[in-house]
């Protein structure tokens, strides 16, 4: 599996269908399918990094080729902090059993912010992951 690899966000290439890609992840992490939520769970607790997470959860299926190859190559450049945090960010919220909300915006620079509203029980964890993208955000090629 690539590692993430360290150096400045703009070796991060733009992902077109970042949005596609994060809508399958947040139907895997929702938490309204119990099955998908012990799947998630499994998954993350032997991933080493992002990348690896969303290859064995089969997030990167039905893409298509070029946009396969341009989510690995970004998600195989996030900085090693961020990519870091962000595994534990999943994981500590499904073992916590709460959904994840993941939301992506483009931007400058790699930013990862991570918010939870629980009130008793119920909540969720909020995670918004900022790259940079310079295109088209029709998801048009």
């Known amino acids: 599996m690539p590692q993430p690899k360290s150096g400045a966000a ?3 290439r733009p992902v ?3 949005i596609r890609l994060v809508h399958k992840a947040n139907r895997l992490l929702d938490g309204l399918d119990p099955n998908a939520s012990r799947r998630a769970r499994r998954v993350l607790a032997s991933a080493s990094s992002v990348l690896d997470a ?3 959860a ?3 299926e039905d893409l298509g080729e070029a946009a396969d190859a341009e989510a690995r190559a970004a998600l195989a450049a996030l900085p ?3 990519d870091t945090a962000l595994l534990a960010v999943l994981k500590g ?3 916590r059993r709460l959904p994840v909300v993941i939301q992506w915006k483009p931007g400058a620079f790699v930013d990862l912010q ?3 509203a629980v009130d008793g029980k119920a909540g969720h964890v909020g995670v918004m992951l900022t790259t940079p993208y310079a295109g088209d955000m029709t998801g048009r090629p």
Do not use: K, Y
Request: hydrophobic share 50%; aromatic share 4%.
């Open 114 to 116: 991570v918010w939870e």
């Open 80 to 82: 090693p902090s961020v």
């Open 54 to 56: 969303v290859e064995r």
């Open 10 to 12: 703009a070796t991060i």
């Open 16 to 18: 077109p269908h970042a």
């Open 93 to 95: 919220a499904l073992e």
């Open 58 to 60: 089969g997030l990167l």
